[in-house]
């Protein structure tokens, strides 16, 4: 019996345990995406015979014999589906990875189904957006604009839609592993079941002799290097605690051996027939537990100077201040201190990690889910002793990253095989190892002690944190530094700061979107709301008293010369939540005196590049047909950097972005470039476009000045064209001539740094109200004031910030990484997880304040915002839950149990 | 997701679909639980998909649902306007956190022998006092009462090969009126307590069903509506092990909102 996709029938049989996803993509249709594998993300939709069905749930036998449509399918040759019109022009993605499967689901419903949302989008994850996007895209709201429509100059400032839409409308667009490579063989790990345990003896012997299998590898196997997974300019920010496999598990989950076969299947059943002897050692799961006298010492007799006490688990210790603050708080009228927790939490974008590696040409090629190929290139360069000239490390799109994949996991492996076997090697995690085994934030625990005078005067700040790097150090050390800064954004004489980082046998913590900042923002935001209750000063009078401005030293662990406030939107950050929470956005709280109200709002500041370096290099080309091409080393993850590279390109070209190609991602074909993390992907590699765009410029001016006669200030470049001298010609002549009669290609390169740095501002408010019977909180109100200078893509801003202000709704209410008591991940998949859904997402009122703009900071003004808009979120809502039940919570997150438990101790406490 | 170590997708005699069941084997109905997690212990899959029983029929003794009949079947199913219980069987497949394209595939009958606590057929089959028919893989067959199907989580009274063929609900279970109350984490989230009440109109007979907040549902019966100390006395016997403790939930919430939705049901039913 034959299947029919998209109107061609194939004959191939599916395995008798094959789910219609992996049978549709082995056949190319790669629209189809995995995201969950268990029914609960959609980013897998397709049609039977008409209707909606989550293929990686759906045996692929039930569809012999019926009609299957996937979003391939949809459009009518050029013609898109109405559908996919309205998610290219809302936008309705971010990432894109969701894409395929929303239109899918969408298509399939009936009007009284798109009426309730709610209900409908249930098994319609999407980790970027936040759903308003999604939202515009089923009702049919266009927020874009179609590039040819903006005039030449005028790109910047403007909302063209992502120049990839079409192909993720369509799926067309390529992802990581959305490629069938000839000869393709599979890698799959045993992971180890236990949280701390050595290997006594490994027997490959059953698994080498399992069918299809071509390789075994264990730590034998692997280079005797010490390395870390972390991705920095900077690779002394790290220790050396990891190899690629260890015969220590160090956490449950650790890959033990790695195992290659024809398939997946013979992969697993490879893994299945691996044999370990284990000596289970002694775990601790808890940073407080890890630094008692006589818990074990995870990386006992690690010779790196970078871990600061290998014997006591601590990683790092940071001891920074200035000024006294015994001083400072023997001077204040009010002290408040008391103690923060913020929980682990996942990144879940919805691609998994995944690499190909294979060899041609005497080049190892690398394809991969990074958001950074030049330092994972330096880094697997160093542990397989390759030269860069003989690596290559590329992405095609990244489904979502958020920091998750700032981390060297998957290609590894990929590289030892691939050289070995001299076969293309793939692995791709499964959802559970994205929990299990990939990376997480960092759980912290944080005092805070402030104290003031009656008139609300600072006098004293003081943080002590601890926090829990995990099994492995990879970004513990530089999120650790990064906690600093919930101090920075208020003016105090007397600052002290004492943090810990420690090993635990827990997954590995990671690089994740308010890397290091959002959990001391949870704490110092909340104690600032506590501190003014207790003078009785408005807390919004609180921060405008003591927040920093202009001309402050910004001091404790930063570079003041450097970091400055060049441009300063906090007042009107400030100035614009106090009043949209004032005025209400007429949503009333639910019936019942059960509902307490209540509002609450925090402040986060970023600097605008991380105190490590960060650098890109770009050039700008006009090519022999008169476009202009753009390459630069960033990577493109939904953060939609490609689109505004274009937008600044085309206005210092004086152009329009239609008449631009772009080539990212690739270590073969760009130059260096830091990665896309940190915000930097606008701040610094726009920078570098901008530069690159700049200095091509005036190189044409000058070319044309003496190919034409007159001088360079006289000669304009517009659209297509130039003009010099009374006479204009096409750009594709001029580049012709230079190329034919001066032997010049009209190119231009620049590189740029993340110094001088400034500070963005986010500025969260909240009105909600909690059910004090059942421990509900309804969201009734959001307002988010952000300054990012110049804004250079609103719609695409917009869409960041919800998406990030999403997270932090999640990671407030709702996510939680659960652990039982043996180290053991409760909660491993999407469906347990329960990130935010399409229903549990309001409506954000996002606000842009107009500053005086410092060119000398970002391209154009431009001031990075992927990550901090989650920042204030939680310390926000945690004020509003405090303002609506006199009750104080300092943990996350807030459930209705917790809610609950809460507020009746304190209820039958204050009656006795 | 794949099942890499299922070797055979058997298609059983409609006559005898037990027959020949080994180790290893699993019955196969939507796949959407099947399909949803690693399984490596699983060698076949018993396809029940093309055995062609009747997804939902009237009859005298009122309605049966076959067991792979798929929830967007029952969906799809208008019940006699003239049953006070008719809507329940519809919001009971609200409650799912399954997306409509999960009930495309996904069968009643499969949602009843995954035994998770928050499975919202097993909380409508033993609200409306359904009986299941199950068959063994010699073609015996026994029938029992929904509410003592499920024992655990993920654990129920199935003998090894033993068969789901239908549930069955009188006339009078659906003539009930019936009130009921679910509580989720998340919105549109899976149900952490799931209460359904229903009354007798003639007799006044109160049964309340718990489910979700507990490992296995729990019936309260009384021959009338209680007094709420009453009903509070009778919940007190669900001993507190019994209180769900997983990611979707807290045992003492599950506990507090139980007694919380179980008053308000009795007072709605009192009425």
């Known amino acids: 019996m034959s299947i029919s996709v998209n109107g061609h029938d194939f004959s191939n049989e599916p395995a008798p345990g094959q789910c219609l996803r992996t049978f549709l993509r082995d056949l190319g249709h790669f629209g189809v995406k995995k995201g969950c594998d268990m029914g609960d993300c959609g980013a897998c939709t397709v049609h039977i015979d008409g209707d909606a069905y989550h293929s990686c749930i759906t045996p692929a036998s039930r569809a012999l014999g019926h009609e299957v449509t996937t979003v391939e399918g949809l459009a009518d040759g050029e013609e898109l589906h109405p559908v996919q019109e309205q998610f290219l022009r809302a936008p309705g993605f971010q990432c894109g990875f969701c894409t395929a499967g929303m239109i899918m689901s969408t298509t399939a419903m009936t009007d009284e189904q798109r009426q309730d949302l709610d209900h409908s989008l249930r098994g319609s994850l999407c980790r970027c957006t936040g759903y308003r996007q999604i939202h515009d895209a089923i009702n049919g709201v266009d927020n874009t604009e179609d590039s040819d429509a903006i005039a030449p100059g005028d790109g910047v400032g403007a909302s063209p839609y992502a120049i990839a839409g079409r192909g993720i409308v369509t799926g067309h667009e390529e992802y990581t592993l959305d490629t069938n490579r000839e000869g393709t063989v599979h890698l799959k790990v045993v992971r180890s079941p236990y949280a701390h345990a050595k290997a006594l003896r490994i027997d490959t012997t059953q698994a080498k002799a399992s069918s299809g299998v071509l390789a075994v590898y264990t730590w034998e196997d692997v280079p005797d290097k010490y390395f870390t997974t972390a991705i920095h300019e900077d690779h002394l920010v790290d220790p050396k605690d990891t190899r690629v496999l260890d015969r220590i598990a160090r956490f449950k989950g650790q890959p033990m051996v790695a195992v290659v076969a024809e398939t997946i299947a013979e992969a697993e059943a490879g893994c299945r027939a691996v044999e370990i002897e284990w000596e289970v050692l002694p775990a601790v799961f808890t940073a407080q537990d890890a630094i008692l006298p006589g818990a074990p010492a995870i990386h006992r007799g690690n010779p790196d100077p970078f871990i600061r006490h290998p014997d006591r688990n601590v990683l790092l210790d940071l001891n920074i201040g200035r000024g006294d603050v015994e001083a400072g708080f023997e001077e204040a009228d009010v002290i408040h201190e008391a103690e923060y927790r913020t929980p682990r939490v996942a990144h879940a974008h919805l691609e998994t990690h995944g690499t190909i590696a294979w060899e041609e040409d005497g080049i190892m090629n690398v394809r991969t889910s990074t958001q950074s190929p030049f330092i994972a290139r330096q880094k697997l360069g160093f542990l397989f002793d390759i030269q860069d000239a003989n690596l290559r490390v590329f992405t095609k799109r990244v489904g979502g990253a958020f920091g998750g994949k700032q981390d060297v996991l998957s290609e590894p492996l990929c590289i030892l095989a691939a050289r070995d076997l001299h076969r293309p090697v793939q692995w791709e995690f499964t959802r559970e190892e994205e929990f299990t085994g990939g990376v997480v934030r960092h759980p912290f625990t944080i005092k805070v002690k402030l104290g003031a005078k009656r008139d609300g005067t600072l006098t004293a700040m003081q943080m002590d944190t601890l926090a829990d790097t995990g099994a492995y150090g990879n970004h513990g050390g530089e999120v650790l530094g990064c906690s600093l800064v919930a101090m920075n954004w208020y003016r105090c004489r007397n600052k002290r700061y004492d943090g810990q980082m420690v090993y635990t046998n827990n997954v590995p913590s990671g690089g994740m979107r308010g890397y290091g900042s959002a959990q001391p923002t949870f704490a110092m935001e909340q104690a600032m709301d506590e501190l003014s209750a207790e003078l009785g000063i408005d807390p919004i009078e609180m921060r405008r008293k003591n927040c920093i401005r202009p001309g402050d030293n910004l001091a404790v662990g930063t570079h003041a010369e450097e970091f400055q406030l060049r441009s300063y939107g906090l007042p009107q950050c400030l100035d614009y939540v106090e009043e949209k929470l004032k005025q209400g956005n007429g949503v009333p709280k639910p019936e019942g005196p059960e509902w307490a109200e209540g509002i609450g709002f925090a402040i986060g500041m970023a600097d605008t590049s991380p105190p490590t370096e960060h650098r890109s290099g770009a050039s700008v080309h006009l090519e022999l047909d008169g476009t202009y091409r753009i390459n630069v080393g960033t990577v493109e993850q939904g953060n939609g950097t490609v689109t505004t590279h274009l937008q600044m390109a085309a206005t210092v070209l004086n152009t329009t972005m239609d008449q631009f190609s772009i080539v990212n991602g690739d270590t073969s074909k760009n130059m260096w470039d830091t990665g896309a993390f940190a915000s930097q992907g606008m701040y610094v590699s726009g920078k570098a476009v901008t530069l690159a765009a700049t200095g091509l410029l005036d190189y044409i001016q000058t070319y044309a000045a003496a190919k034409f006669g007159g001088v360079k200030e006289d000669v304009e470049v517009r659209a297509t064209e130039v003009s010099v001298n009374g006479r204009t010609i096409s750009l594709a002549e001029l580049a012709q001539l230079a190329d034919e009669e001066d032997g010049q290609q009209l190119q231009y390169s620049q590189r740029a740094y993340g110094s001088p740095i400034s500070a963005g501002w986010n500025v969260h408010g909240v009105r909600l109200a909690v059910n004090q019977v059942t421990g509900e909180i309804a969201i009734l109100q959001e307002v988010h004031a952000v300054d990012a200078g110049t804004v250079i893509n609103p719609q695409q801003l917009r869409g960041q910030i919800e998406g990030g202000v999403m997270q932090g709704i999640g990671w407030t209410l709702t996510e939680w990484l659960q652990q039982g008591p043996d180290g053991e991940i409760l909660n491993p998949n999407i469906r347990m997880y329960r990130m935010p859904n399409y229903a549990d997402a309001p409506r954000i009122d996002v606000h842009f304040v107009d500053v005086d703009v410092s060119k000398e900071a970002g391209p154009f003004g431009a001031k990075g915002m992927a990550e901090s808009p989650i920042n204030p979120v939680a310390p926000a809502v945690a004020n509003a839950v405090a303002d609506a039940t006199g009750v104080r919570f300092r943990c996350l997150p807030l459930t209705p149990p917790l809610i609950y438990k809460e507020l009746n101790e304190a209820y039958q406490a204050s009656n006795g | ?271």
């Not at chain 2, 170590?5 to 796949?31: N, S």
């Not at chain 2, 394209?101 to 909380?123: D, E, H, L, R, Y």
């Not at chain 2, 239908?166 to 009921?180: D, F, H, Q, V």
């Open chain 2, 1 to 271: 997701m794949d099942q890499n170590t299922v070797v055979e997708l058997v298609k059983p005699d409609p006559a005898a679909p037990g027959e020949g069941w080994r180790e290893g084997d699993v019955w196969l109905a939507g796949g959407t639980f099947l399909l949803s997690l690693p399984l490596p212990q699983i060698r076949r899959f018993r396809d029940l998909s093309e055995l062609g029983w009747t997804p939902v029929e009237v009859n005298d003794a009122g309605l049966e649902i076959a067991a792979t009949c798929k929830v967007s079947e029952l969906m799809a199913y208008q019940p006699d306007p003239g049953w006070a219980a008719g809507p329940l069987l519809h919001d009971c497949v609200r409650a799912f956190l399954a997306s409509f394209k999960v009930w495309n595939g996904q069968t009643v009958g499969g949602n009843i022998c995954t035994s998770i606590p928050a499975g919202p057929m097993t909380t409508m089959a033993c609200a409306l006092d359904a009986d299941y028919l199950l068959i063994s893989p010699d073609g015996s067959e026994r029938t029992v009462p929904a509410i003592d199907f499920v024992t655990g989580n993920n654990v129920n009274i199935l003998r090894p090969g033993e068969l789901m063929r239908k549930l069955t609900i009188s006339a009078a279970a659906l003539n009930r009126r019936y009130a009921l109350r679910r509580f989720s984490l998340t919105k549109a989230g899976r149900s952490s307590v799931f209460l359904v009440g229903t009354r007798d109109p003639e007799s006044g007979e109160f049964l309340l069903t718990v489910s979700a907040a507990t490992i296995h549902p729990f019936h309260i019966r009384d021959a009338g509506v209680p007094s709420a100390a009453a009903l509070l006395d009778m919940l007190a016997e669900i001993p507190d092990d019994k209180y769900f403790d997983d990611p979707n939930g807290r045992p003492d919430h599950r506990k507090h909102m139980t007694d919380l939705f179980a008053e308000e049901i009795r007072s709605e039913l009192a009425n």
